[in-house]
């Protein structure tokens, strides 16, 4: 039996339906536009020259994450996300650096990559070897307010059925290591590699989880909900379920249509309840999960209920259309609306860097583009 006072598993409920956003990001140096190992300096730089937001290190010195505040609807979070953004670019500028989102970099060698020295990122070298440095890829997490323990666990466990599109909605990551994966989302085949991924336990309560979590923790497997690195995880100290299969988007606008997805999607869900628990979610969660990295919008997954096959772009649609008055009640309904566009449309990011690279021939250049988008000096024509 769980602990009660065990602060790692005291659910901290915090307001219902709220949002935050977590973006990891690439630095680029701005001659061949590879990735840079100067994170500590453009972190020093943002904080002296105030940017606004938090913005971290991550796992290798070619990265840095930034954290919104929490929200309630999606014009303030784009508007935070935006300042960050401009603030983050113009330190960014004062070292002759670049600022790109994407899942991936299109072109750079792993193995040159560079642990940043922090203790746990350390430890998570000695842990996972090679993977810690195959690890710089870039995601965006969404975070949303639960109201307690129950309430996280039945929402994410029915958020499962709509990974395949999220991973559409979001897929940036077509090129790795200099070449074209044939993948929308590469990104997701690494993080399938560590041995704590994939998707939580089928446990139906918060008092089933915690006994879940101190089994792991017992046997010495977790410390931390850190140390697992399932696609939807529960944030207890946040009073959060975490949604972290999204690629990082090319843009903050498509971040913030992400989040704001997210959020009325939750409010349907933890309101109608439409979907009873079922393993049988799991069951085909592996193969929907596979055809939204591979095919994005065009994909094809099998919904737990019907057993239906349903394009993923419709499957989206028709969630747009179930959710439209939640998405109003929030402040949400032009951000659905512009989503629902991009997705009738065909249009993602991945695509975009497809075919910008169709017209370049070149990486550096499409790497080039992508920090360009990011940081607002030119426009991907959608979301």
């Given at each position: 039996m769980s602990n009660p006072?065990?602060?790692?598993?005291?659910?901290?409920?915090?307001?219902?339906?709220s949002m935050g956003v977590e973006l990891e990001l690439q630095i680029l140096n701005a001659r061949d536009f590879n990735l840079a190992r100067d994170a500590a300096d453009l972190i020093e730089t943002a904080v002296r020259q105030g940017c606004p937001g938090e913005v971290k290190p991550e796992i290798t010195e070619s990265m840095v994450e930034i954290n919104s505040s929490v929200h309630l609807a999606h014009e303030p979070l784009l508007r935070e996300l935006c300042a960050v953004r401009d603030g983050l670019a113009l330190a960014a500028d004062k070292l002759n650096l670049r600022v790109a989102g994407g899942g991936s970099h299109p072109f750079h060698e792993w193995s040159e990559r560079r642990i940043?020295?922090?203790?746990?990122?350390?430890?998570?070298l000695a842990t996972y070897g090679y993977l810690a440095k195959q690890f710089t890829i870039f995601g965006q997490h969404v975070h949303v307010g639960c109201p307690d323990g129950?309430?996280?666990?039945?929402?994410?466990?029915?958020?499962?059925?709509?990974?395949?599109?999220?991973?559409?909605?979001?897929?940036?990551?077509p090129f790795q290591q200099g070449v074209d994966t044939a993948y929308h989302s590469s990104r997701l085949n690494t993080v399938s590699a560590f041995p704590l991924s994939g998707n939580m336990p089928f446990v139906?309560?918060?008092?089933?989880?915690?006994?879940?979590?101190?089994?792991?923790?017992?046997?010495?497997?977790?410390?931390?909900?850190?140390?697992?690195?399932?696609?939807?995880?529960?944030?207890?100290?946040?009073?959060?379920?975490?949604?972290?299969?999204?690629?990082?988007?090319?843009?903050?606008?498509?971040?913030?249509l992400?989040?704001?997805?997210?959020?009325?999607?939750?409010?349907?869900?933890?309101?109608?309840?439409?979907h009873a628990l079922s393993r049988e979610v799991y069951a085909l969660y592996n193969h929907n999960r596979f055809q939204a990295c591979r095919h994005g919008l065009a994909g094809t997954c099998v919904d737990a209920d019907s057993g239906q096959h349903v394009e993923i772009g419709a499957a989206i649609l028709d969630s747009l259309r179930r959710i439209a008055a939640h998405g109003e009640a929030l402040g949400n309904g032009a951000a659905l609306e512009t989503l629902a566009f991009d997705v009738r449309a065909g249009?993602?990011?991945?695509?975009?860097?497809?075919?910008?690279?169709?017209?370049?021939?070149?990486?550096?250049?499409?790497?080039?583009?992508?920090?360009?988008?990011?940081?607002?000096?030119a426009t991907a024509g959608h979301g």
């Open positions: 006072a065990d602060d790692l598993l005291a659910f901290k409920p915090s307001p219902a339906l940043y020295p922090t203790e746990r990122f350390k430890h998570l129950d309430a996280a666990v039945y929402l994410a466990h029915a958020f499962a059925r709509y990974v395949p599109q999220f991973i559409a909605l979001s897929a940036s990551s139906d309560t918060w008092e089933a989880f915690c006994e879940y979590f101190n089994k792991m923790r017992g046997y010495g497997i977790v410390q931390s909900m850190k140390d697992f690195y399932w696609d939807i995880r529960p944030k207890p100290e946040y009073g959060t379920v975490e949604i972290r299969v999204f690629d990082t988007p090319l843009t903050v606008q498509r971040a913030a992400i989040a704001a997805y997210v959020q009325s999607l939750a409010h349907y869900l933890l309101s109608e309840r439409p249009t993602s990011d991945a695509q975009w860097l497809r075919a910008a690279y169709a017209e370049e021939q070149s990486l550096n250049a499409v790497a080039r583009l992508q920090s360009d988008l990011w940081m607002g000096r």
